[in-house]
Every structure is written in C-alpha cells, then in structure tokens.
C-alpha cells in the first residue's frame, strides 16, 4: 500500500514538471532569415498566448505543444501548426505577407481606389503631395493600429505598429502630422520613405497650436474659438517682432443675445459666484459665466459662431455662415465684403456647416448631405451663390477631403462586415 501511494505522489510530481517544463523556438522571415519580433503564437482552443522576443525567441510550455499552435504578425502570413511536431530550439519560417494593391491613374476620370487591401482596412488619412498617411488596423483598432505611409500607386513604403488606440490624424498649419491616440500626443515626421515619433506635450499642443489656422506674410493666424461662447476673434501673431493683434471679431448675434440674458435668471447667489469666477477666467464677464452655469450652450436653441478662414494668395477669406457673409481681407485689413446664400438649404438638402478649400484649384466647396448621400457645392467668392454641384457616387461616406481637383472619402458598405477603404472622384465631372 505505501509503494502504491509513492507511486502515486511520484507520478503526481513529474506530470507536472513535465507540464511546467518550457521549449523555446525561434522565429524568422523566409527571405531574410533574420529573427521576427512581436509575433503572436496562440494556442488553439484555450485563451493560452506567446509574444516573440527581440531575439525571436518564444518559450512554450510542455503542456501548450500538445494542442495546435497559431501564429500571426502584421507583416506575415499567418501559419498554423502543430505544437507536437516542435523540438527544442526549433526555428519556424514565417512567410511575408504579400500585398496586391490595384494601382491607379492619375488622369482616371470615374470613381477609383486609393487604397484597398485584404489586410489593412483604414481608420484616417492624410495627403501629403505624392504620398499618403495612413491610420490602419487588421482587426481592431486597439490590438493592432498602426501608421502606414503609402505612395501614390498603392505600395506600402513604411508601416510602423503604435501600440495604442489611435483616435485621429491631425495636421497643423504648417503642414505638421500629428497621431492623437486615447491617452496622447504624437508628432509624425516624415523623412522620404519612412515616418518617426515623438511624442509631444498635449496640453501644449492645445495651446500653441490647436487654434494656429494658417500663416501669412510672416503672421501666424489664429482664433480664441471655444464650442460653449456663440462668438470668437481672429488674431495675427508677427514672427519678426513677436506681438499679435486682433483683426476680426465674429458672433452669432441671435444666439449671443439669448446666451446672455441666462444670467439674469439666475439666483442672487449664484450671480454672485458668476461675477467671482468672471474675474479669474480670461475673455468672459459674468454674464458668459451665468451661462454655462444653466447649461445653456448643450441646449436646441444654442449654436456657436460657424466662420472658417481661408488663405488664397496674399488674402484671407472669412466664411461668416452666422450673419451670411463673406469677408475679404488682404493686410488684415476688410477691402470687400459680400452676402453668401450657398449654404442656405434647398428642400431635403442639409447644410452640413463646413467648407472645403482644395489649395491646387483654389476651388471652395460647402458640403450637404441628402439621403445618406454628400453632395459638394462650388462656393462663388464673387457672388456668394453656387457655381457647381457634385454628388458623391457612393452613400454614407466618411472624412470627406478635396485635393488637385479631387475628393477623398472612406466607405465601407452599409450593414456589411466589410471595413472602409479610401476612394477617390474627380470632382471636375460635377455639372
């Protein structure tokens, strides 16, 4: 009987030794033979996982190579094994992922596409000239989103994983990328074939360079826009000599009036706390304060004042969609003003409150959208009506940008699995 229950504790100790006893192996790239860090080996059937190392070392358990292996990375193709068939020190050859990317032509006058692949499905884009920056993710964007700099035919020139979950592209007025994921700051910079990163102060960005709108002979414009004040200014900052001055003050007039009278419904004592923080908060008297306290910017009745500036050749261009109308500046002085009527909506038609500047054609667009479907109008800066009118051939697109005479979007199709490409139109086919 004691033999019996040696026997039994003995058994007992080298099964699970032998579970807990590790084989590593050694992943490479076919053509290169060099070792493939960041590979994921999952185990079959079970949430059991492995990361390869720098040194494309992977370290198993006994127990993890009785059951199939998988093994995926952005850039291979993925392999599936069986964990029995690995021996101490293996190494396993993993294939590079080949993309087929259809190329198109420049001079193409229907609708073509910039960016299609069975393995990069796109989150955001940018165009810089000849090339194009991408946001893209394989399965999701919080387990492998990556940045993706693209040339204008289709071929992968860098990819680079982030790490994080992205949110957006940005670009300031100077031409700078910037990647803002959930919890930072990313600056993009691009040297030929390939982008780096360095991460950057958000909050510093926000003040510094968040309102930044363009540069103009040696000035540097910029607005004090905030989402809750139906008004904004727009100032000019002299690199030479260091000082600003405002030039424009914008409101939305209607909305302005009902935002301030909020504070004369308020009790005595919190008009008292309104004049108090008044003092302490820059651009806002008491009566802005009075309003936020009531909540009046979250309500139907309240809109924020709508004025994109432009620069076209030695002129700034104000789109004042509040009061309808349209400045020219040029010294950042007003030399000629006119009424807008573009973006008052036509029956089914709903002004979208944005405009689009393509900076090759010098072209101004307003967006609408009608039944799912965007439609670009031709901005006269003339005589403030519509020269032109473009439908977007596919329905429910998104980030819609214009360049060379181009629009850009992403779509993907309406209740399918299917993730969004970026597509182009030639928008000179407009009638």
């Known amino acids: 009987m004691i033999r019996i229950i040696i026997y039994v504790v003995i058994s007992a100790i080298l099964f699970s030794v032998q579970l807990n006893a590790q084989r590593s192996a050694v992943l490479v790239d076919q053509t290169s033979m060099e070792p493939i860090q960041g590979a994921h080996v999952m185990v079959e059937n079970s949430k059991i996982s492995f990361v390869s190392d720098a040194q494309g070392i992977v370290d198993f358990t006994a127990w993890s190579l009785r059951q199939n292996l998988i093994i995926t990375h952005l850039a291979y193709d993925t392999l599936r094994i069986a964990g029995y068939k690995l021996q101490s020190k293996s190494r396993i050859v993993l294939k590079p992922r080949l993309y087929e990317l259809q190329p198109f032509s420049l001079n193409a006058k229907s609708l073509e596409t910039v960016f299609h692949s069975n393995y990069h499905y796109v989150h955001d884009y940018e165009i810089l000239e000849d090339k194009l920056v991408l946001i893209t993710f394989n399965r999701s964007l919080k387990k492998d989103a990556a940045v993706v700099l693209c040339s204008i035919d289709q071929k992968i020139l860098f990819e680079m994983e ?30 030929g074939d390939s982008i780096g990163i360095e991460k950057v ?93 009531t909540g009046f910017h979250k309500t ?37 003003s006119l009424k807008i009527t573009y973006h008052k909506s036509e029956r089914y038609f709903r002004w979208k409150d944005k405009v689009l500047f393509d900076e090759a054609t010098r072209d101004f667009y307003g967006v609408f959208l009608k039944n799912g479907y965007y439609y670009l109008k031709g901005i006269s800066t003339e005589m403030g009506g519509v020269l032109s009118e473009f439908k977007i051939e596919k329905q429910f697109t998104e980030n819609l940008k214009v360049q060379n005479g181009y629009v850009y979007y992403l779509y993907k199709k309406a209740s399918s699995p299917e993730k969004p490409f970026l597509y182009r139109e030639l928008l000179s086919q407009s009638q």
């Open 162 to 191: 982030i790490g994080a979950e992205p949110i957006d592209l940005l670009k300031d007025y100077k031409g700078e990328l910037f990647l803002k994921t959930k919890h930072s700051l990313f600056r993009l910079p691009i040297f």
């Open 300 to 336: 139907m009745y309240y809109k924020p004042v709508s004025a994109p500036l432009f620069v076209l050749n030695d002129s700034l261009f104000i789109f004042d969609h509040s009061k309808s109308m349209l400045y020219k500046l040029k010294n950042f002085q007003t030399v000629d």
């Open 201 to 293: 102060n958000a909050e510093e960005y926000q003040f510094r360079i968040n309102n930044c709108v363009d540069s103009l002979n040696n000035h540097v414009v910029f607005n004090d826009y905030q989402e809750y004040l139906p008004r904004m200014n727009y100032y000019a900052f002299d690199t030479h000599d260091s000082v600003f001055f405002k030039f424009k003050y914008l409101e939305n007039e209607a909305v302005n009036k009902m935002y301030r009278w909020e504070y004369y419904e308020l009790p005595l004592e919190e008009k008292r706390r309104a004049r108090e923080l008044a003092e302490l908060i820059p651009n806002m008297d008491k009566k802005d304060v009075g309003a936020v306290f």
